[in-house]
């Protein structure tokens, strides 16, 4: 077994409810980059909700997600961390290669076909996509991983490499792994500097009253690695209210027979709930709860702390629609009744994120 020589700074780890957060977190450790895992969450934060149609096999789904594909790579960016991405790192020589020189790899994947160690017969998945970070190898055929299972028991993650090799490279709707692999070339004591900015708090600030302003205000879209289209923030919930809303009357449908409707119908409300517990159990808002509570420990900014508070509420009421929709089947001849009671919870989950994005839209600045 060959293992990073710092391994040992992931002992103990805090686990974060959203993986790939997890992930990077444990990533920058290993560069001796030190931020609360709840700021960073903040530092990643991009939208609050998208919406997005996958065309699969001749149906099209809405299926939500909580960040933007490349999130990663855009924090880097904002935050002059240098950083190389490849797709050319394709077998266990290659990573022993990186693992001996002391350089941890982080990449995207699915993590069902890791889990379940099953393999999609079509090579296709619907669902987002989750970050590892490889810290060493154990021949003749074994990678070795962070944990980043929230109730894990075991320090490390031992992944069979030709299932860790598929699950970088299956298609995903509704953004793809694409085989990535990103490691950072930090210059000499830039891990102190980087710390430290990480740490300073009037960034946060300034970062949130403009990215909620942008949740407020701008008609955004996004085009995945995939072709898939998505529709961001507020507008995400609008647009799903009126497409749930045409789901409700889907028995209309002239020329196809009943079975087919109820089928595709109860398939339709599934792929959504999937997606509403993709990574967390409230859709993120638990974790983004957590993350404005603790900035507003260190600021005592009042406005942080009722955004906190709203954005668990509409965690609540997020969760309360995935179990919803895990009813479908008992809701199958009543389809309008079923459909109008997810849209009330979301006109209310509207009212609320409204509140709570007016509120991060206008913060000021905090000085130490």
């Given at each position: 077994m060959i293992l990073l020589n710092n391994i040992n700074k992931l002992e103990g780890n805090?686990?974060?409810?959203?993986?790939?957060?997890?992930?990077?977190?444990?990533?920058?450790?290993?560069?001796d980059i030190f931020v609360n895992p709840n700021l960073l969450y903040l530092h990643c934060f991009d939208i609050l909700t998208a919406l997005c149609y996958i065309l699969y096999k001749n149906l099209e789904y809405l299926f939500l997600v909580g960040f933007t594909e490349n999130f990663e790579e855009t924090?880097?960016?904002?935050?002059?961390?240098?950083?190389?991405?490849?797709?050319?790192?394709?077998?266990?020589?290659?990573?022993?290669?990186?693992?001996?020189?002391?350089?941890?790899?982080?990449?995207?994947?699915?993590?069902?076909?890791?889990?379940?160690?099953?393999?999609?017969?079509?090579?296709?998945?619907?669902?987002v996509c989750s970050g590892l970070v490889v810290v060493g190898v154990d021949f003749p055929g074994e990678v070795i991983c962070n944990q980043m299972l929230p109730k894990a028991k075991g320090e490390f993650l031992s992944i069979d490499y030709s299932v860790f090799s598929r699950a970088r490279?299956?298609?995903?709707?509704?953004?793809?792994?694409?085989?990535?692999?990103?490691?950072?070339?930090?210059?000499?004591?830039q891990n102190i500097t980087i710390s430290k900015q990480l740490n300073d708090v009037d960034v946060l600030i300034e970062r949130l009253s403009r990215i909620f302003s942008n949740v407020?205000?701008?008609?955004?879209?996004?085009?995945?690695?995939?072709?898939?289209?998505?529709?961001?923030?507020?507008?995400?919930?609008?647009t799903l209210k009126s497409e749930l809303k045409k789901l409700g009357e889907i028995d209309n449908t002239p020329g196809v027979a009943?079975?087919?409707?109820?089928?595709?119908?109860?398939?339709?409300?599934?792929?959504?709930?999937?997606?509403?517990?993709?990574g967390t159990i409230s859709f993120n808002r638990y974790e983004l709860a957590d993350a404005l509570s603790a900035l507003y420990e260190i600021t005592k900014n009042p406005k942080l702390k009722k955004a906190s508070n709203l954005f668990r509420e509409s965690g609540n009421k997020l969760r309360q629609i995935s179990r919803f929709l895990y009813?479908?089947?008992?809701?199958?001849?009543?389809?309008?009744?079923?459909?109008?009671?997810?849209?009330?919870?979301?006109?209310?989950?509207?009212?609320?994120e409204i509140q709570a994005s007016e509120e991060l839209s206008n913060l000021c600045c905090y000085h130490i």
């Open positions: 805090f686990k974060h409810g959203n993986c790939r957060i997890q992930s990077l977190w444990d990533f920058l450790k290993l560069h924090f880097f960016k904002k935050n002059n961390i240098r950083y190389q991405v490849t797709n050319e790192v394709n077998s266990m020589n290659d990573m022993v290669t990186f693992i001996k020189n002391g350089i941890p790899l982080y990449i995207l994947c699915d993590i069902n076909t890791i889990l379940t160690q099953k393999i999609p017969k079509d090579g296709v998945q619907i669902g490279t299956l298609t995903m709707y509704p953004s793809s792994p694409q085989n990535k692999c990103i490691y950072l070339e930090l210059e000499e004591n407020l205000n701008n008609n955004i879209q996004m085009i995945s690695n995939v072709g898939v289209i998505g529709i961001c923030n507020i507008d995400a919930f609008i009943r079975e087919i409707i109820d089928k595709v119908f109860a398939s339709k409300m599934l792929i959504l709930r999937k997606s509403m517990l993709s009813m479908v089947s008992s809701y199958i001849y009543q389809k309008e009744e079923f459909v109008n009671e997810i849209i009330d919870i979301l006109d209310e989950v509207l009212n609320i």
